[in-house]
């Protein structure tokens, strides 16, 4: 089983989109005004959509070992201060929403298996409704998703990092299935990417 | 400079609309772990988003209360704690897509158009979704939206001093987020209700500087 730290910075029902199971214990960390966690008891650091920023900008430094020492990173949120490596996203609203398309790009570890692409584009038949912004992505970096304009959506980056990341542009995923309910697409992506830290040592230290 | 101080819980929505060139030169975010008396002393009013952190909210309660007694405004919006609010905030199922699907039945049926920040918007504009409901509020106060079942979404007080407006709409996150095209028309009427100026009109723009190494951290 793997240990993750949940990163909180005390949203309302943050707990119901991350629950521990036979692959996965979470251990949330709150956001306090001396936060300063340590990381290295963990194989992941999840920070999910909502996230504080301001935070995670305060230990960019603990974020960068925690990865060279091959650990893993899932940031589902608009990560707008320079915390993680290699890797920035921007918020644009230039382009209309209604345009918004996903399309598959790189993904040598099938993260996108099992995943129906149409969820993440069309939700009651609108489009737009699940990232914002986009990732100016490591060179080198998978771009698992990327938008109508090509810009990366989805990134895979194990190249800046002895580590991994799984990086969105604020689209958020999930680690819960209800009540026998096929899985959404949502956690389908966060899912392929356990199985991968699961089940497969991050290339640096092969 | 600024008038109004946007509680900063580090979220990206919250720091999207303070650093937008329309509204930056309005709005000052307070990082919610720095907030103290001294920080809010000279400004007009305190906005308090939707995605706040309710709990420290709670611990210096006292700092939004002693700004209310000296008379000057506060806006909540979204989910609120009531260990630091007279009122009682239940959860409900949030319905982004109403407009789609049953398009005559809006989660905000009765508005009250001639609150100032109300006045001048379309029952659109006015609601696009809500997070839960009062099911109390403080004694006295005025009721400006409730729902189809009578449940209170947006109320306002002057019982602390000043004028606390508290709605489970969540027009600053939502206008942070830029996928609900119309909200410049609620954010503009309620920036100017709260600092007495009218934010230039027009869209919503981003300035890419205010992004990566030049963020505010």
């Known amino acids: 089983m793997l240990q993750a730290l949940l990163i909180s910075n005390g949203l309302q029902g943050l707990d119901k989109y991350y629950v521990s199971s036979d692959l996965m214990q979470y251990t949330t960390c709150l956001i306090t005004k001396d936060f300063d966690p340590d990381l290295m008891p963990y194989d992941l650091l999840v920070v999910p959509n909502g996230s504080d920023h301001v935070a995670m900008l305060k230990i960019k430094d603990k974020v960068r070992a925690f990865l060279n020492a091959g650990r893993a990173l899932v940031c589902c949120d608009g990560f707008f201060t320079a915390w993680v490596p290699g890797n920035q996203w921007r918020m644009d609203n230039s382009r209309r929403t209604m345009d918004v398309l996903y399309a598959p790009g790189t993904d040598r570890h099938h993260l996108l298996d099992n995943l129906n692409l149409d969820e993440l584009n069309y939700s009651h038949g609108m489009t737009g409704w699940w990232a914002c912004g986009y990732i100016e992505a490591a060179p080198g970096a998978d771009v698992l998703l990327a938008d109508t304009w090509q810009r990366p959506i989805v990134v895979l980056d194990e190249v800046s990092t002895a580590g991994r990341m799984l990086l969105t542009a604020s689209g958020p995923l999930a680690d819960v299935t209800y009540a026998g309910q096929s899985d959404s697409a949502l956690v389908a992506l966060y899912r392929n990417f356990i199985q991968l830290l699961t089940f497969s040592i991050v290339p640096a230290h092969g | ?217």
């Open chain 2, 1 to 217: 400079m600024a008038k109004i101080g946007l509680i900063f819980n580090g979220v990206w929505s919250h720091y999207a609309l303070a650093t937008a060139p329309k509204y930056r030169d309005l709005y000052e975010l307070l990082y919610v772990h720095d907030l103290t008396a001294e920080a809010v002393r000279d400004l007009d009013a305190l906005a308090i988003p939707f995605q706040s952190n309710q709990a420290v909210l709670t611990e210096k309660k006292d700092i939004i209360y002693d700004f209310l007694a000296a008379g000057k405004k506060v806006f909540l919006e979204g989910d609120s704690s009531t260990a630091w609010l007279d009122a009682q905030w239940e959860d409900r199922p949030v319905n982004n897509y109403w407009w789609v699907t049953d398009p005559t039945n809006p989660p905000v049926s009765d508005t009250n158009y001639d609150h100032p920040v109300y006045q001048g918007l379309t029952p659109r504009q006015a609601c696009w979704h809500t997070h839960g409901v009062y099911t109390s509020v403080p004694a006295g106060a005025e009721i400006l939206q409730t729902n189809a079942e009578g449940d209170v979404i947006t109320w306002q007080t002057n019982r602390y001093g000043g004028t606390l407006l508290a709605t489970t709409l969540d027009p600053i996150v939502e206008h942070g987020v830029q996928q609900i095209t119309h909200l410049d028309n609620y954010v503009d009427r309620l920036t100017e209700w709260l600092s007495g100026v009218r934010p230039e009109a027009g869209r919503m723009t981003i300035d890419a500087a205010a992004y990566g190494v030049g963020a505010a951290g």
